[in-house]
């Protein structure tokens, strides 16, 4: 009988927009966080914000909830669809407008790639500094209500950061569009954020004006060698103070994971022979290439000299520049080189760090002998990506065990369970160890204000 609401949607809406049972398709079945696939409902595909507004004002009518999808790469389960709701994906909805060079910013379809957007601001000589390796298939719509991150969070922000303006369809249909172009705006709430970072259970979004910034002219690494991640924080320091804005990532790779990957993978480069408590890739990038590059050899010669840096190798050319990031960009061989794995996007405060990793990889060890975590992330921002092995076929429920380890010791040692991916469905059983009780209960007076009928993403992050 539940089959029944989605044949109303797709007779009043239309089979152009509506697809229901075995023609749906089946990458909107599952998403990219390892859930089985689930047939949704139906599956609604609009073509503009008209569409949205109407498919979610009729879907309230038929009592009939909601799953948001973009590119489907979120790593929480959160565009997961299920079996008695409808999934909405915003895949034909990709159009940018031209960029617009004198107030640096474009405005995009929820639908479209981050990579279409990264095209369209290079075309402009432009950068949008939101980037992650799902690119190709992640969309604008995700990215914002992820609220993602990636390398670059040190020196730009998360996406959040990166918008200007926005479009919002809300539960009831309501069209909310702040299609706002100036950085500074203070007339009463600021509405955008109730949708960044919300995991498409407060709005839907159809559009997005993204901010661009002007595109470095140089760009340049070193990848050093520090005893322990006192050193690694000391440079950090050092490096923020030396080099300003020029730092545009601070990312580390404890030997775990340097040694695990550089082992199962030999043929990525590995420009530092000894071995070092803690490996650290800095990039530094700017707009003046003949003076600017030479500061970060200063900085990195006085570490050196401090006894702060065992070891560095600093890049002098973009084909060494990539050679410095092979291992660390090597994340997408996790399943090769260690069999079926559990991926954690922990933070942390960065004096906690060490003891956070020296506490999770002995843990590990301990309560499950054979397994190994590998521990590294983006340090500069006090976030913590743990990988860790998990027991073939998990009979035995280990993931669960072992993530509740995982995110019981983070916020012991103050951290918290997501610092990009968000909650989704994955995370859920633990926001109370991240989240006050407070908080969550604002979360869920926001939830019913914007969402009485609680239609968008149930079951997702709350
Ligand atoms: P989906 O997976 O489709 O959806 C994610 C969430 O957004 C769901 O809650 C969904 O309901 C909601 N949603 C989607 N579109 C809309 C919309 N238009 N309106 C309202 N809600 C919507 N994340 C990082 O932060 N940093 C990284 O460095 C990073 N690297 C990654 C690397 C890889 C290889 C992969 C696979 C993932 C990575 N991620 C990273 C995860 C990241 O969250 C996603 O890749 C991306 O931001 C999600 O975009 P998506 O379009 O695929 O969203």
Redesign the pocket.
């Known amino acids: 009988m539940a089959e029944e609401p989605a044949r109303v949607l797709q007779a009043r809406l239309g089979g152009d927009l509506v697809i229901v049972g075995e023609a749906i398709p089946a990458r909107n079945r599952q ?3 390892g859930l089985p696939p689930v047939r949704p409902l139906a599956l609604v595909r609009p073509r503009t914000t008209a569409d949205v507004a109407a498919a979610l004002t009729l879907c309230g009518e038929l009592g009939l909830s909601v ?10 389960g ?3 669809p299920t079996a008695d709701a409808v999934a ?3 895949e034909r ?1 990709t159009a940018i407008e031209p960029v617009d060079a004198t107030l640096s910013c474009v405005s995009a379809e ?2 479209a ?2 990579q279409a957007v990264h095209d369209a601001a290079d075309a402009a000589g432009l950068v949008f500094q939101v ?5 190709g ?15 670059r ?1 040190i020196r730009y922000g ?2 959040r950061a990166h918008v200007l303006g926005l479009q ?1 369809v809300l539960a009831d249909g309501t069209v909310v569009s702040s299609m706002n172009r100036m950085l500074k705006n203070n007339a009463g709430y600021d509405l955008k954020q109730l ?1 960044l970072g ?9 559009r997005a004006i993204l901010r661009l910034q002007p595109r470095p002219r140089f760009s340049t690494a070193a990848l050093c060698g520090c005893r322990d991640i006192g050193a690694a924080l000391d440079l950090l320091r050092r490096m923020r103070s030396g080099l300003g804005p020029l730092l545009s990532a601070f990312e580390a790779m404890w030997p775990s994971f340097h040694d695990t990957m550089s082992t199962g993978l030999p043929k990525l480069p590995r420009p530092l022979a000894g071995r070092h408590g803690l490996y650290v890739v800095v990039e530094a990038s700017g707009f003046d290439p003949d003076h600017e590059p030479a500061r970060l050899e200063r900085v990195l010669g006085e570490a050196i000299e401090a006894g702060v840096v065992e070891d560095a190798v600093l890049a002098q050319s973009e084909r060494e520049v990539a050679d410095l990031w092979a291992l660390r960009e090597s ?2 061989d996790f399943q090769a080189v260690m069999g079926p794995v559990a991926n954690y ?1 922990l933070g942390v405060p960065a004096d906690a760090t060490g003891a956070l990793v020296e506490a999770l990889e002995a843990g590990i060890a301990e309560r499950w002998p054979g397994l190994v975590g590998v521990s590294f992330g ?1 340090l500069g921002d006090g976030n913590l990506h743990f990988t860790a092995q998990i027991p073939d076929g998990d009979a035995h429920g280990a993931h669960h065990a072992l993530s509740d380890f995982v995110y019981r010791t983070t916020t012991a040692h103050g951290g918290t369970i997501s ?4 909650i ?1 469905t994955l995370k859920k059983p633990w926001l109370g160890l991240a989240r006050t009780p407070a908080e969550i209960t604002l979360m869920r007076t926001l939830k019913a204000a914007l969402d009485p009928k609680g239609i ?2 149930p079951g ?2 709350l």
């Open positions: 998403d990219w966080s799953v948001p999808q973009g590119g489907l790469t979120g790593l929480a959160a565009a997961h909405l994906s915003l909805m929820a639908g790639t981050l980037d992650l390796g799902a690119r298939s992640c969309t604008v719509g995700g990215n914002l209500s992820t609220n993602a991150g990636g390398i969070v998360m996406a919002a949708f919300s995991e498409g259970t407060l709005g839907i979004i159809t994340v997408a996007d983006h610092a990009e991916h968000g989704g968008l993403n997702k992050v």
